[in-house]
């Protein structure tokens, strides 16, 4: 069992940057993400990370300007998020298990263990 615990989150203006947390209290998940959702959209998978080796994953929407990272010692994933946009507006959640996610890190259906989310806010 993990639960989860996301910081970090606030408002900036376009091309800045945030760094999102998210501290897991329990045991280490193997697989853990960054999902966000946007008002009126379904959620959508931005960045995933395999905790053992450090594989990374991301979203195209994404890549080259967010870095997901997990810090072993303090069983804390990290989303350092730069060049924001306002199309990056959303809440955004972490999300974890211990199973493998396969090909489809993206899938939030794979994930047993979600926080309770922290909004980011990207104005033009």
């Known amino acids: 069992r993990v639960y989860l615990v996301e910081s970090g989150g606030g408002s900036v203006q376009a091309g800045g940057s945030l760094r999102l947390s998210c501290a897991a209290f329990g045991y280490t998940p193997n697989y853990m993400a960054w999902f966000r959702q946007a008002p009126g959209k379904e959620r959508e998978g931005v960045a995933g990370i395999i905790t053992d080796d450090g594989s990374t994953f991301y979203a195209d929407s994404v890549k080259g300007r967010f870095t997901i990272s997990h810090d072993s010692g303090k069983n804390t994933l990290h989303l350092q998020m730069n060049s924001l946009q306002p199309q990056d507006t959303a809440m955004y959640y972490c999300?974890?298990?211990?199973?493998?996610?396969?090909?489809?890190?993206?899938?939030?259906?794979?994930?047993?263990?979600w926080g309770q989310g922290t909004q980011v806010t990207v104005s033009s």
């Open positions: 999300a974890a298990d211990f199973s493998p996610f396969g090909d489809v890190w993206w899938l939030s259906e794979r994930y047993n263990y």
